[in-house]
């Protein structure tokens, strides 16, 4: 998401287990998109999506002005080789465009909380030497306390 072309897959392996929690829940993207309402699916379409140098991830949710950004992406996108819609990296950085941060903050909390319902959730209980890999352009995944 950070990178101009966003990689096709991402890899996590586990390491070292936490003595309780580290589970991470991956969510699908295409139900995420083909569920909104039609009136938040033509509000999406018109949306892009700033991200941002990771350490200014840090302040998201105070000032941005010196922020450095990385990215810009459409919250839209049409998968690539399955032609398929989907939301893209809905984030807490979100929609910059033509909005102020606290427009921004409350438009992308209703499309995060949207896209991560549990009805379109995997969660990863890891095990050690566990591996997951997914595609980046049509599920993203966050980890829950």
Known sequence: MFAPVPPALSILASQVLPPAGG??????QYLAYE??????SALAGTLRAGYYRAADMRRLMGDLSGAVKTADHP???TH?????????GVRPDGPT??????????IVALF????????????????PG?????????AIHFRRA
């Open 75 to 77: 919250v839209v996108r």
């Open 97 to 106: 465009r033509g909005f102020s941060q606290a427009e921004s903050r409350a």
């Open 130 to 138: 566990d591996v997951v890999m997914w595609d980046n352009r049509c």
């Open 23 to 28: 589970d991470t829940m991956f969510a699908n």
């Open 112 to 127: 995060a909380e949207h896209a991560t319902q549990p009805a379109f959730c995997y969660r990863h209980r890891w095990q």
């Open 35 to 40: 569920t909104l309402s039609p009136g938040l």
């Open 80 to 88: 690539p080789e399955t032609g398929e819609g989907t939301l893209f």
